[in-house]
């Protein structure tokens, strides 16, 4: 089973990219302290968008491991 499916993906970085979208669009006269929800909400997707990027990492390792091992069979 996939964990990222293609939903879930398209998920994770909407909600990204949303939350980074209200968080450049803040108000710079507002107290810093209102910047809370911010963190509180990085701290939320944040851990989605690492476990993402992990899987992604993990997928293309995959293939260049796999590249690797078919390069030397071909020269075998």
Excluded: Q
Excluded at 10 to 33: Q, V, W
Excluded at 36 to 59: M, P, V, Y
């Amino acid at each position: 089973m996939n964990v990222y499916d293609d939903e879930t993906v398209k998920k994770i970085i909407d909600e990204f990219r949303d939350l980074l979208k209200d968080a450049d669009n803040f108000p710079r006269d507002k107290a810093p302290n209102d910047y809370r929800e911010f963190w509180t909400g990085l701290r939320g997707k944040g851990s989605s968008i690492l476990g993402l990027a992990n899987h992604l990492i993990e997928l293309i390792n995959k293939k260049e491991e796999y590249a690797k091992k078919e390069k030397e069979n071909d020269k075998a």
